[in-house]
Nanobody, 126 residues
């Protein structure tokens, strides 16, 4: 089992920045990819960004956040950060961390991910 815990969510103004963290424990040693998804009220859960330890490319972003968000590895292999800058109201959502223990590369389909965190709320005010 892999346990995921997100942190760092909060309320920020438009144009502000926020950093999210995702820490994996348990069978974290078997994790190939960790990714961020988000879900706004009334919308489907969508892929935001992912980082892979075993595939190429190592990093992949959704077009909606490209150039504004940066995913990176923390000091530990199975801990990732999501640095969010130039935030917009449309970025408001619950952000979830997910782990993929099967695929070697980064996939954008939520169904491919085995383990999920509980989510952290990000609210961008205008």
């Amino acid at each position: 089992q892999v346990q995921l815990v997100e942190s760092g969510g909060g309320l920020v103004q438009t144009g502000g920045s926020l950093r999210l963290s995702c820490a994996a424990s348990g069978r974290a040693f078997s994790t190939n990819t960790m990714a961020w998804f988000r879900q706004a009220p009334g919308k489907e859960r969508e892929f935001v960004a992912g980082v892979s330890w075993t595939g190429w490319p190592n990093i992949y972003y959704a077009n909606s956040v490209k150039g504004r968000f940066t995913i990176s590895r923390d000091n530990a292999k199975n801990t990732v950060l999501l640095q969010m800058s130039s935030l917009k109201p449309e970025d408001t959502a619950v952000y979830y961390c997910a782990a993929d223990l099967i695929n070697s590369g980064i996939v954008v389909r939520a169904a491919e991910y085995t383990n999920w965190g509980q989510g952290t709320q990000v609210t961008v005010s205008s």
